[in-house]
Every structure is written in structure tokens, then in C-alpha cells.
């Protein structure tokens, strides 16, 4: 199983070609126009589902499996864009907490990580089987100096304690904060880089974990300034 998270930078109806020649069988869409605008030309979808708060731009989730969909129902909408989703296969069901975190104009302490922080707090109980968090999560141990009401350190060690990790660091045995791919290019400018994009799994997804690659940059940057972050799986 492949599944890739990308932030496209809006427009992904013009977008869709390089993402689906990394052949993913999960795509999770960070900046995503309303799915039913998009207009895949060869290899069409077997299944998506989006989601808005404005109405524009949102996340959406495609499927080019057998995988499909469902928004749970303890989805709380005040944690914006990271959502509960049910992905049901054939033989297997997971846990998907899409994300992408988000800005909090009424509580600054509340918005990027703070609102993931608070976010698995409220959905604790729904990490205690096979669940992958994936996304953008505009956040990274370097501003942990930044006042929130839960940092980026305090996220790590919460998902630790449920058995959760960061594949990434896993896979290229890297400290967080001292990542040497990066995900985001501030302006599409190299010299302003960061790691932001994750996928923490469960011990299942651990022990399944076959490769994980971030993008090239200089493939992905006339697209967008998120590079995706791509994990298999063993079946």
C-alpha cells in the first residue's frame, strides 16, 4: 500500500499528473479545490471525499484501490482540517487522521500544532488501534520556543505514549528538529527550508513499514512549495 500526502498549493485539477505517476493508492490533498471540479485524464479515482469549512480550498482524500471512506462520527469541526476517517478495504480497516494544520485567528495559541495538540487529545480513544496521522502539519521542533497550547515536542511525546511514531525518523534514524530532507520551501526559495509534513503510525504500520521518500525538490518546486512525502507498505 502506498499512500502519499501532499500540500499542491491549490489548482490541483492542474496538478494531478505528477502526483498520480508516483502511483499512490492513497492520495491525501492538503490546499485541494472541491474534488467534483477535478477532472482526472487516464486514471480515474475509485473513491474520494473533501472537505471544506469555506467552501475553496480544503482537504481531500483519493483513493485508487479498494480503499474506501468515511468521516467518523466523533469528527469535531473545530479542529478545522484534521479529520477522523474510516478507511474501510476489503480484508483491512485503518484509522486515517488526514491533516492540515491550520491557522487560528481567535487563539493564536490554538492554531498550527496547538490545534493538533488539542485535536488528539479530543480523539485519544481513536488512536488506540491501526491509525496512521498524515499531513502537513506546519509545524517542526524548532519552534517549539513559540508560546502554544501544546508544542511540537509535546505532540511527539503524546503519540509516543500511545505507541505512535514518526515513520520518517524511524526510517532515516533522524532526531526531530534535525531532519535532513525538508518538506517546505517558504516562497518556493531553497534557502527558506523546512521539515513540516509527517506520517506517525501504530506499531502495525511500524512493522509494515517497506519505504518512505520526500519528494526532489527540484521535480516538485514549479508545482508547489510542499514536496510530498510518499510511505509504503508491505501488503
Keep these: ?40 485524464k ?8 473533501w472537505y471544506s469549512d469555506d467552501g475553496k480550498k480544503g482537504l481531500g482524500l483519493f483513493s485508487f484501490s479498494d480503499y474506501r471512506f468515511r468521516l467518523m462520527d466523533e469528527f469535531d469541526p473545530r479542529f478545522r482540517y484534521i479529520l477522523p476517517i474510516e478507511v474501510l478495504g476489503t480484508n ?13 485567528k481567535e487563539n493564536r495559541r490554538a492554531r498550527y500544532i496547538g490545534q493538533v495538540w488539542l485535536a488528539i487529545q479530543h480523539y485519544e480513544k481513536l488512536l488506540e488501534g491501526n491509525v496512521i496521522l498524515m499531513g502537513d502539519f506546519n509545524s517542526n521542533k ?42 517546505l520551501y517558504m516562497n518556493r526559495n531553497i534557502e527558506r527550508s523546512y521539515h513540516v509534513d509527517y506520517c506517525f503510525a501504530s506499531s502495525y504500520f511500524k512493522a509494515k513499514l517497506k519505504s518512505l521518500q520526500i519528494g ?20
Aim: hydrophobic share 35%; proline share 3%; charged share 20%.
Design 42 to 49: 487516464d486514471i480515474h479515482p475509485t473513491d474520494f471525499f
Design 216 to 235: 526532489d525538490f527540484n521535480e516538485w518546486l514549479k508545482y508547489s512549495d510542499h514536496c510530498p512525502l510518499i510511505v509504503d507498505f508491505n501488503s
Design 142 to 183: 524548532i519552534w517549539d520556543y513559540k508560546s502554544r497550547v501544546g508544542d511540537h515536542s509535546d505532540v511527539v511525546n503524546k503519540l509516543e505514549a500511545l505507541n505512535i511514531s514518526s515513520l520518517y525518523h524511524l526510517y532515516y534514524n533522524q532526531q526531530q528538529g534535525e531532519e535532513k530532507h525538508q518538506t
Design 1 to 40: 500500500m502506498r499512500i502519499i500526502s501532499w500540500n499542491c498549493q491549490g489548482a490541483f485539477r492542474n496538478k494531478t499528473e505528477p502526483a498520480l505517476q508516483c502511483k499512490p493508492d492513497i492520495l491525501v490533498i492538503q490546499e485541494c479545490e472541491n474534488a467534483e471540479k477535478i477532472v482526472f
Design 92 to 104: 483491512f480497516n485503518f484509522t486515517l487522521m488526514a491533516i492540515w494544520a491550520m491557522n487560528n
